[in-house]
């Protein structure tokens, strides 16, 4: 009911999605067929050519999808946030299937049939066009409709970099751990690949009508292969009993601060087991509250805002001693501040900043109707967040805010893709990228300093986890780590040797 109701209220933007999947995986499936035919003809009739060809293929498929993104993103003319580098990576995945399909209807014809359309003085291209391709058909079209289904369940990775679609439901509703926004996405994903797998299905049926029925066997044999797979890997990746699990949520500052955690437990003898790159703030928070993660750093803001659902309070120590106490009764300890206040920080190109005057988030009323915000998954839904802000400011942004995972804002600024973003005020690409913080001279953010959430019971069997940990409250600045974040993003280190070098320096 919940989620008839979410579709009910949100029914054009559910729509737009709709029309933005279809247009991804139909543009690129398109793309890729005009690509996959001619490389699938020329891999049947010159294998020399066809076997590279086809191992191109291969290895873009086997390319973790975000991983491909990630190659994509710095690229030119393809690269950069949007729909483009989603397309170009969804016509990587699809061409394997379509060259592979097309080369294989082409060489499982009978010879005797090819032998007989040269006796009739054929020529290549007649035979190819006049017999080759028809008998090939139902193989060529079984590839397309393989393509077409890995295509509606790949775009969903597409929101990732603002590409928009049917994800921006499913990444949202992770951030938030809603399962009613995941559905809300991912229904109607499943809904599109059925409806092309059983349209393409009766294609490729009517061009070949006596095709015999596949068996009903496969389906469960693998249904039944996954459950068995999944019975027996269910105790991999479990932590040895008496670790400390110590998570994160996925960006930057966050791997840095569980990675920092972890290593002063292991300094002091303390068996720890990572769970970095969790997910947002919901994630990190339901993992705590079952048992799955001991420790994670969050923010007093985010926590009393996005998570206890309490009215904003702006004095720092108020605010921390409502989290404390409300966390208390979880049986979950907040430990003191680790020294440094990320708020949510308004950032514009530096550059446009001279030129317009623009000091204060106040100035951006002068240019709310022409320029284009992007956001987080998190700030685009929070309370403290878009609508909050867009309020106490009185912001009326005509262009919608493009909504993108928080480590691609910024570098979308730099490149002029969205004028405004949200950040975090000790982001190291801000400077980097030659960003500027514009003042929240309302002082509509709350505090937002870092603090360790603990499970009580894990500091009751393991004490001196609190012992290690208190050593760290207070001694972590803003510059520290902005530092930090910035050797990482920038520099591109290794977070497990930039908290080393950090810890030689600062010993806790």
Known sequence: MRLLNFWATHASELGAMVERHLFLVLLSTLIATAIGLPAGIAAAHRPRLGRPLLAAASIAQTIPSLALLGFLLPLPFIGGIGPRIAIVALILYALLPIVRSTAAGLTSIDRAVIDAGVAMGMTP??????VELPLALPSIVAG?????????GTATIAAAIGAGGLGEYIFRGLSMVDSTVILAGAIPAAVLALLADGVLTWVEKRLAPGRRRPSRAAPVAIAAGVIILVAATSGI???????????????????????????TLERRGIAVTRRLNLGGSFICDRAIRSGDIDIYVEYTGTALAAILKQPIVKEPDVAFAAVRDAYARAGLSILPPLGFNNTFAIVVRRTDADALGLKTIEDLRRVDAAWRPGFGYEFAERSD???????AYGLHFTAPPRVMDLDLVYRALATKQVDVIAGDATSGLIKALDLTMLDDNRRYFPPYYAVPVVRSAALLAHPEVRDALMRLA???????????????????????????????????
Not at 144 to 149: G, L, S, W
Not at 385 to 391: E, N, R, V
Not at 491 to 502: C, F, M, Q
Request: aromatic share 4%.
């Open 144 to 152: 397309i409709r393989i393509a077409t289904i890995v295509g509606i």
């Open 385 to 391: 967040g878009y609508s909050g802000l867009a309020t």
């Open 474 to 508: 207070g001694k972590i600045s803003e510059t520290d780590m902005r530092a930090m974040n910035a050797a990482v993003d920038v520099e591109h280190r290794d977070v497990k040797e930039t908290v080393k070098e950090y810890l030689a320096v600062h010993p806790s």
């Open 125 to 130: 291209r007649q035979l190819l066009w006049l």
């Open 237 to 263: 990746g479990s932590p040895a009993r008496g670790t400390i699990v110590i998570g994160s949520k996925n960006f930057t500052e966050q791997v840095v601060l569980g990675e920092l955690l972890a290593q």
